[in-house]
């Protein structure tokens, strides 16, 4: 079983679905609203947990009705929250999401994932030793990023670093990252780079192992064994909602990495498309033995 640590944000979801946008100062009527539970990092955790991993969280909630929602809805995943910190004086983290004309409009605040420290990560040392690999994402304060970067190059576990939400990076955190997941967008705003440059050439130009996401497409990887950029091809599903696809793709990326980069991007692309087929982000995240039947009919895939 591949024991994984997460350390990221942990955020409810409030969505309204609207048959457009207000403007300034409007008021319209909405047609429905419903509460998800989101979250870069509980979004990884809970796909990779669902895929038979031994998974640990290190983040931060506020003492408030979201916050026990959301840390019961991560226990009964069977993630271990002993290091998910609960603040008092302090909100658990929201994204107010608008959906209207199948485009959105988010404003997040962060509150409680603002205050995830150095200090936490370091707390959480002997855990992340023990695991298979560690993932973290950048809606978390950036120095809590760096610590994990740099505590796992020291313990030698490989950290999989999700350059989420895009923005640049220092190049020494780069290296000290055992791989680097983003989208074309997200690669090229981590590297200082053109965003119209050719997806395969930032690839290259990456100091640390890339796994590239390219929506239905499938993805590219490339490291030390297969230094030029490889495909691996999508599976082709009706997609009914993409929202957390990327999040189960880093998931399941971290629980298969120990069956070698090409398998592991393969078994990710494969719970990412399954994961398109629900509605939600967390709804529509892969059990393991759902996965198994899904990769049974597709062996050469």
Known sequence: MSCIVVVGS????????????PGPGET????????????KGANQAVAAARLGARVSMVGALGRDAFGDQ?????????????????????????????????ENQIIVVPAANACVTPAQVEAARETIAHANAVMVQLEIPLDAV?????????????????????????????????????????LATALGEDTHADFRDLMRRAPCPVVLTRGGEGAWYRDAVHPEPTKQAGFAVEAIDTTGAGDTFNGALAVFLHEGLPEAVRK???????????????????????????????PHA
């Open 146 to 186: 760096e610590a994990t970067l740099r505590l796992g190059h020291t313990l030698g576990v490989p950290v999989i670093l999700n350059p989420a939400p895009a923005q640049k990076l220092p190049r020494e955190w780069l290296q000290l990252a055992g791989y680097l997941t983003p989208n074309q967008h997200e």
């Open 28 to 39: 319209l009527l909405g047609s429905r609203f419903l509460t998800a539970h989101g979250g």
């Open 268 to 298: 990710a692309c494969a719970a990412a498309a399954l994961s398109v087929t629900k509605l939600g982000a967390q709804g529509g995240m892969p059990q393991q033995a759902e996965l198994d039947a899904f990769l049974a009919n597709r």
């Open 10 to 21: 942990i955020n409810m979801d409030l969505v309204t679905l609207a048959p457009r946008f």
């Open 70 to 102: 959301l840390h019961a809805g991560l226990a009964r995943e069977g993630i271990d929250l002993a290091h998910v910190a609960r603040l008092d004086g302090e909100g658990s983290g929201t994204a107010s999401i608008t959906v209207a004309d199948g």
